[in-house]
């Protein structure tokens, strides 16, 4: 949507392409698709299935093996993965032969890459029998790329393509300078888990991670509602931020109790599968939230503070 054309100096215009709503939309899909895939790869490592089938990357010499025990479910994570690196090729393509912004381009091909990445490492997890440190890079690139994919999403969106009031950070310290801080923890807080699920070392490292990402996910989310409470986009940020650090600080007490209980049975036992995979797949929202949100702040903040406070109505904003 072009911008207006006498818009003043409090607002950016970033829209140097057509918005393209089929883009967009399949961005969205693949991200959504990408989702699965988490979900998928996380029913796999809870039921102790990463070595169900042991050669890589056929499945007992076949395309189509049976369909029994933990077969099912590395199976299915493999045939997802496949489904996603179609879609991710698609999005590469696609973004390479419409898109004007160049960056745009490099980011679609460095998503493909990563896509690639990632099957190369799964490859390795089964035929290395699943050292941890490969597992634990395998696990987390897996949540790197849906961020990847999300935040092509953002850049597609008719939001993002749009004129955007920009307006300066009254507060101290930067919200700019905190999401950066909040978005490195979570990340590094994800590395964490993965170790911790893959056996690569205790549960101490990732407690101590859960309560510094807590404390920045709630400054930045603090700053966020206290300093622009008028501002739908930054309000929102703050909200989903709340909402995604409370209900993982929960799933996480739950996920490491149903861990300590079931260690007494010789299989893994459901709500142990359960707490685990959705504790697991949140940490990956809670990453991408985290991004969506750092991407909105340097979007709509100032990077240096002026004199005059410019603060738009909020239907500039919305």
């Known amino acids: 949507m072009p911008g207006p054309r006498n818009a003043g100096p409090g607002i950016r215009n970033l829209m140097n392409t057509v918005y393209n709503g089929a883009m967009h939309r399949y961005a969205v899909f693949t991200a959504c698709c990408t989702f699965v895939l988490l979900i998928a790869g996380a029913l796999v490592t809870s039921n102790d299935a990463g070595l169900s089938i042991p050669d890589w990357p056929l499945a007992y010499g076949s395309l189509t093996p049976p369909m029994v025990g933990g077969i099912r479910y590395e199976f299915t994570h493999r045939v997802i993965a496949t489904c996603i690196g179609l879609l991710t090729i698609g999005l590469a393509a696609w973004l390479w032969k419409v898109e004007k912004r160049s960056w745009m381009r490099w980011l679609g091909l460095a998503a493909l890459g990563g896509v690639i990445a990632q099957g190369i490492l799964g490859g390795m997890t089964v035929r290395m029998f699943q050292p941890p440190p490969v597992s634990a890079a395998h696990a987390t690139l897996a949540q790197l790329f849906f961020s990847t994919i999300v935040a092509i999403a953002v850049f597609t969106s008719p939001w993002w393509n749009g004129p955007v009031a ?34 690569g070392f205790g549960i101490i490292p990732h407690i101590v991670g859960a309560v510094i990402v807590t404390m920045l996910i709630f400054m930045t989310a603090g700053a966020l509602k206290k300093r622009f409470a008028g501002l739908p986009a930054l309000r929102n940020c703050a909200r989903y931020l709340h909402i995604l650090i409370g ?13 300590m209980y079931g260690a007494q049975f010789p299989q893994p036992i459901a709500v142990m599968v359960a707490l685990t995979v959705v504790h697991t797949v949140t940490g990956a929202l809670v990453l991408a939230a985290t991004l969506v949100t750092a991407l909105i702040v340097y979007r709509m903040l ?5 004199t005059a406070e410019s603060r738009p109505t909020t239907e500039q904003i919305a």
């Open 166 to 199: 920009e307006i300066d950070d009254p507060g101290t310290p930067r919200v700019r300078s905190l999401v950066i801080w909040t978005l490195a923890a979570v990340f590094l807080q994800l590395i964490l888990g993965a170790a911790f699920r893959h056996k």
């Open 247 to 259: 209900t993982q600080l929960l799933l996480g007490g739950g996920a490491y109790w149903s861990r």
């Open 302 to 306: 100032k990077a240096d503070r002026s």
